[in-house]
């Protein structure tokens, strides 16, 4: 069970990294231009908050593991973090 677990939160982790860029543009996006009209206010991006949520309880379940499982249990933490990382960066965004 705990080696399913493991291979899950491995298998969610690597999939964020393969979904999003990891460096940033050599050069950033021009400003918009703002609105005369105030914008309706930014999507509230639930899939988003909700896939953090669950990146942070796979984290935690990984902190209190007993088992260290040759070093990756570090390297998975490691990946949630930078997933989390890139998921707090693409809510900025709409």
């Given at each position: 069970?705990?080696?399913l677990?493991?291979?899950l939160?491995?298998?969610?982790?690597?999939?964020?990294?393969?979904?999003?860029?990891?460096?940033s543009?050599?050069?950033?996006?021009?400003?918009?231009?703002?609105?005369?009209?105030?914008?309706?206010?930014?999507?509230?991006?639930?899939?988003?908050?909700?896939a953090?949520a669950?990146?942070?309880?796979?984290r935690?379940h990984?902190?209190r593991?007993?088992?260290d499982?040759?070093?990756?249990?570090?390297?998975?933490?490691?990946?949630?973090?930078?997933?989390i990382?890139?998921?707090?960066?693409?809510?900025?965004?709409?």
């Open positions: 069970m705990k080696k677990l493991f291979t939160v491995v298998l969610v982790a690597l999939s964020f990294f393969l979904a999003f860029p990891i460096t543009p050599a050069v950033p996006p021009a400003p918009k231009p703002q609105p005369a009209v105030p914008a309706a206010a930014p999507a509230e991006h639930p899939e988003i908050r909700e953090i669950s990146l942070r309880r796979a935690e990984l902190n593991a007993a088992h499982y040759q070093g990756h249990r570090a390297d998975a933490i490691r990946a949630i973090d930078e997933a990382n890139q998921l707090q960066i693409c809510m900025r965004y709409e």
